[in-house]
Structure formats: structure tokens, C-alpha cells
């Protein structure tokens, strides 16, 4: 079940992805968080957001739409206040989301967290959909991608991962730029932006207007970008979209994830990375492989020729 | 998380559907669950509900068929299994104390306080409760709750009781504390007159423990979930646009 990730050897694939999991406190009142791999926590912002009006949450069918717009504390209250009640519940290395409006806001927030011995890895977040500044205007201009993820390797010492969106043309530009700028690892992807309509009151159901849509909807879209960025990137990949199973889990490894986040299905059932966890064994021999690590990109022409 | 048996699911009030779960763990008065109301992925989230009353294993929701996902729940029969989140949200907070209080319920907010008032009872309260509906058809709950406290209606149509709106009931600002639960409006309403009681918020939830940040709204202290933090929340403590 062990997969190396940047340096580090996860337990098992499995990752909580940021946004769906809070800090992970809640979910310690669940079961024990030390099962899982590791976690993303939320998108941490330089100074506290409290994000967009609501409603910000609409179900759709097969996933949902949200516009939650960074809601965090701010980086401060999380170092002095969450960082060490997590230290309680999870002796494992997360990994840290970080956005901002503006490239010195990154970069503050790195600054500030360089030195939390807990966090194993950045995750940038330039994907996200629900800002008006930041977020998903880096993540779809493989220029400002580029040289936002080159000063932010210029101040991080941990290890960096890019957070995709798949609201562009073509996301394997935008993998190769932030490789090419020195990113250390992906993660794709974040959600599709869309929108719903309440017709009996003839207006957007969410107070954004548009959000992202998540879910199962999602998943064979993610699987196609993680497949085609597999091929144009040496890099590891944490794939993620819609995984509600180990069943979906084990695709996106074999697509080329060498991790697998898991989104919303933790919002509909607080215990879907622990029954997934606990599932993979099972499926993994049942598909008749060894281990993980000999699936990753297996579905892939190449590898087949190579096997 | 449980799995809750339906033991019965009937029609109640005009659009309002009783269910009766058992295996259920105790409620205090003014928490909520969220119910899973399908396996498959056709209902992708929970459905956040508030609970009428919550006795030994026995949970009784009262729901409004609103929608897609409401109108699927009024299909299942007794026997059918619910995977539930329960235990969720802080409740209502009782002073024994405080003895000259009211309820005040509009459409299903009037649900809650049935079981908030069967627990005023038996603390020696007697509250009053002035519920506001639509119309006649939709008016429920009033010999239940009647038999626990006094009772006044009102009606948009004036079909029943006295014609109007529930917060325009001027006898309910005559009690010292009151507790509250129905349309923001209502809710409004209410709070500029006085902030002297409780008000239970609904909003559209994605998880219902505190994780999504979906329900999150300003307060004086500070931003806060509905559903960890709430539902139930000192009128005072408010902010109104």
C-alpha cells in the first residue's frame, strides 16, 4: 500500500483534498485521521477571509457546486491556534494549501509556515474558481503560473505542489510551465466551474452566481487530464475528482496518480478515506497486482509495452 | 453515523410528510441530523433536517416536500433503512429559571419546537406559541403542541386563526424571552423589536459537522458555522443586513 512521494513514504495513497476536509479536526471526532496518508488542509490566505455570502453550496446530479470563496482564519491564527490542536490528532506530515490575491501573498504565507515542522509539502492553489483576484487567474496563463511557482521555489524549503485547474484550453501547458518553473509535484484536479438555477425564483441558486462543480460528475474528466499530463511530465501526480471508492482510486493510479485526493465524498460520509483505505487491499490483489507502486500509470500504451 | 429504520412515513399537513425512525441515539431539543436519502449518487449530498421530537430510540422528523430529493423520501416505507448523521448542531439552551417565555414558529420552523416544548414541560414551563402557516391545509402540530402550551395561530389567508403574519403578533413581545425558528424575514422581523430570546437558522449545508464552510454567516463574534456552532444562536449575537 506504500507509494513514495517527494521524499516521503506514504502509508497508503489516499490524501484528503483541501477544501473538503477543514483542518481536520472535525473529522478526528470521526475516526482516527493517522489512517489516512496524508492531508491537504484548506487554502490558507495571509490574512483571515471570510469568504463569499451564501447560499454557497448547491447539489447537482452525481456532485455538487460550491463558492465557499477561501474561507480560513488566516495564516497567523493557523500556526498559533490549528497547527498544534492537529498536532494532537495527526503525527503525519500534511500538506499545506496556500492562496493568495497577489504573488507576495504566496509568498508571505510561505514565509510563515517554512518553519511549521508539521507541514511536509505546499500545495499552491491556482485553481481556485471563487475569488475575483488570485486563485484561478494564475492557475489558466501558464506565464503568471510560471513565474508565480518560481518565486515561490525561491522562498519555499519544503518540497512544492501545484494545484491544477481544468478551466483552460489545454492543462498539459500549464503542467510543463510549472514543471519547467520548478514545481515538484501536481495535484489535478480542482473543480469545473459552473452554476445552477432555482427557476421558480428565477435567479442563480448561489449567492456567487458560479462555483465548482465536484463530485462523480467530475471523474472521467480528471481521469482524461491525468492521463495526458502522465505522458508530458516526469513529476508525480496526486490526482483527484470525484473518487468516492477504491474502485475510482485505483483509476486515477492507473492513469499515472502516483496519490489520489478525495474531495467531496467526505462532505455526504465523514468516513470515505477510512472505507476506501480499508478496501484497497482487497481490490489491488483481486485486479491481480503486487502493490500500488507497480500500477501507477498502468494503463498507459507505454507501460504495457513495457511490462 | 447510524442506520435508522423507518418505522412509518405519512402524509401530515398539506406538503409536509411525518417520519418515524427508530435506533436512533437521543436529541436534544433543537439539534438536527442530515440523512442520507439514497444510496446511489442521484442525491449526492445529505438532506439537513430538524427534529420534532426525539424520544428513547425514536426520532420524528416532520418534513416539507420541496423538492427532487423530498419527493423521493415520501416513497420509502416502514422497513427501509436511513443512513443518518446524528447528534448534530448545539441545541436550544434551556434556563429553568426562566419561566415566562414564548415560541414563536413560522411554516416548518414550527417543527423544532415540539420538542422543545415537551421539554419546557417537563421542566414546569409552560411556554406559549404563537405559529404562523400559510393556510389552513398546512397548519400542524397544534393539538400536540397545544396539550404543553398555549396555543395561537395565524394564517397568511386567514383560513385559520387570525389573518397574517406570525411576527406581527404583538402579545409574543410581552414575554420576557422567546425562542424562534422560520424564515429569515420572520426571524428579522423579530429582532429588531427585541433581542431578548433564541433563533434557530437554516441554511443549505454541504456536510452538516463543520468541514465545508457552506453555511457560514457574520456574527458579533466573529464569523460562525450554522451547523456546528448553531443552529440555535442568541438573537443578540445576530447580525441583520
Redesign the interface.
Known sequence: MTVSFLGWTLDNPIIPAS????FGL??AS?FDLNQLGSLTT?AITARPR??NP???????????L?A?GL?NPGVDDVIEVILPKLAQVFQKPIIANIAGSVVEEYLEVIDKLNSEPQIGAFEINISCPNVQEGGMVFGTNATLASDLVRRSKQHSRKPLIVKLSPNVTNIVDIARAVEDAGADALSLINTLVGMAIDREKARPVLANKFGGLS??AIKPVALRMVFQVFEQVSIPIIGMGGV?TAEDAIDFILAGATAVGVG?A??????ACPKIIEALPGLIQHLGWSNIKSMIGGAHEKRHHRL | MSRLVVQSNQWFADKVYQMVLSGAKPHEPGQFVMVEISKGIDFFLRRPFSIADSKNDRLTLLYKVIGRGTSYMTTLIPGDTLDVLEQLGNGFRIDPNRQDVCLIGGGSGVFPLLGLARRLHERGIRPTAFLGFDTKQSACLISELSRVCQVAITTMDGTLGEMGNVCLYQAMYQHSYYYAVGPMAMLKAIAQKTTNGQMSLEERMGCGFGACMGCTIMTKKGPAQICKDGPVFSAGDLIWE
Open positions: 477544501g473538503t476536509f477543514g472535525e473529522y470521526f484548506k471570510f469568504g451564501t447560499p454557497r453550496i448547491a447539489e447537482v446530479p452525481g456532485g455538487m460550491n465557499i474561507q463530485g462523480p468516492m467531496s467526505n462532505l455526504r460520509d465523514p468516513f
